[in-house]
């Protein structure tokens, strides 16, 4: 099950899972639900301003893109990102404290 969260014209879903497969399926149902909203109502999604952003620790899937299915034309392909700060160049999470008391 995922969580949706809206504000004016933007919608982040948000699903943790352990299983890659399980993600792609999850958000690829929802995003049929949304393509059902936005058909009914006649607008559309513009693919080009679809963002992600995958949170995961396993570095050799920095550069794995996930699949998710938009309606049955489209499939949006998402590339999961390992968060880094800027000062951090390298393939791999630091855990070092950001903020000292």
Known sequence: M?????YADDLAIIHADGDWQAVEGVLSKDMATA???LQTWKLKLSTTKVVSAVFHLNNKEAKRELKVNYNSETAL?????????NDEQDDH?????????
């Open 93 to 101: 999470v630091s855990w070092t404290p950001r903020v000292t008391s």
């Open 77 to 85: 392909l998402l590339r999961a990102q390992i968060p880094r700060s």
């Open 35 to 37: 393509s059902e909203f």
């Open 2 to 6: 995922s969580r949706k969260y809206a």
